[in-house]
Nanobody, 126 residues
């Protein structure tokens, strides 16, 4: 398994931006697909974005497509989520996840993914 630690969350106004980071340690990071999920109070955890081990393929939920960008730096064992044009409905705890499945399968695999971070809170105020 890889160990994951998220950072970069905080309070931001509507229309603002944040960049989340997820630092990985343990097993070889470059072999893992990486994803971001989020969970708002009273709601199920939902898929946000995923990226293949090479960084060449990315996938997004419809709710964030065009506003969020997932990227990774395998030399730094880190995956990022750049969030622009934030909306109040983006408020949630954001979790980083890792698995050896192909990135396009992370959304469906969700709770069965191999490794999870502890989460970082993002609050968008109107």
């Amino acid at each position: 398994q890889v160990q994951l630690v998220e950072s970069g969350g905080g309070l931001v106004q509507v229309g603002g931006s944040l960049r989340l980071s997820c630092a990985a340690s343990g097993r070889t990071f470059s072999g893992y697909s990486m994803g971001w999920f989020r969970q708002a109070p009273g709601k199920e955890r939902e898929f946000v974005a995923a990226i293949s081990w090479s960084g060449g393929y990315t996938y997004y939920s419809d709710s964030v497509k065009g506003r969020f960008t997932i990227s990774r730096d395998n030399a730094k064992n880190t995956v990022y989520l750049q969030m622009n044009s934030l909306k109040p409905e983006d408020t949630a705890v954001y979790y980083c996840a890792a698995d050896l499945v192909p990135a396009q399968g992370m959304a469906a695999r969700r709770s069965a993914l191999e490794s999870w971070g502890q989460g970082t809170q993002v609050t968008v105020s109107s």
